[in-house]
Nanobody, 128 residues
Framework: EVQLVESGGGLVQAGGSLRLSCAFS????????IGWFRQAPGKEREGVSC????????YYRESVKGRFTISSDNAKKAVYLQMNSLKPEDTAVYFC?????????????????????WGQGTQVTVSI
């Protein structure tokens, strides 16, 4: 059974930092993409960042470029999202998700329907 467990969310002031972690287990895929989505109240879920083992590509949505960094530790079976210079508009529930297969992150946008497995999410709240 594939499991994704996010952690590291919390309340932070604008300009602060958080590091999200996603521990994954239950799969031994050679090719996959793993990424972070977020969903703010009343808004659609949107892709934030992903990285692909298929082609080593990385994606960031425009609004987080230069502030967020995605990384992975295969030995620990974890993926991280370092979030710096946080803004109130970054407030959302952040989800970790896995796309099984030859998924590239050299994309214009991340599509939720392409991802097969999801975590439960972790709340990030950025105060003014």
């Amino acid at each position: 059974e594939v499991q994704l467990v996010e952690s590291g969310g919390g309340l932070v002031q604008a300009g602060g930092s958080l590091r999200l972690s996603c521990a994954f287990s239950g799969f031994t895929f050679d090719d996959y993409a793993i990424g972070w989505f977020r969903q703010a109240p009343g808004k659609e879920r949107e892709g934030v960042s992903c990285l692909s083992t298929s082609d080593d590509s990385i994606y960031y949505r425009e609004s987080v470029k230069g502030r967020f960094t995605i990384s992975s530790d295969n030995a620990k079976k974890a993926v991280y999202l370092q979030m710096n210079s946080l803004k109130p508009e970054d407030t959302a529930v952040y989800f970790c998700a896995v796309l099984h297969g030859l998924g590239s992150c050299a994309v214009r946008t991340m599509r939720t329907y392409e991802y097969d497995y999801w975590g439960q999410g972790t709340q990030v709240t950025v105060s003014i």
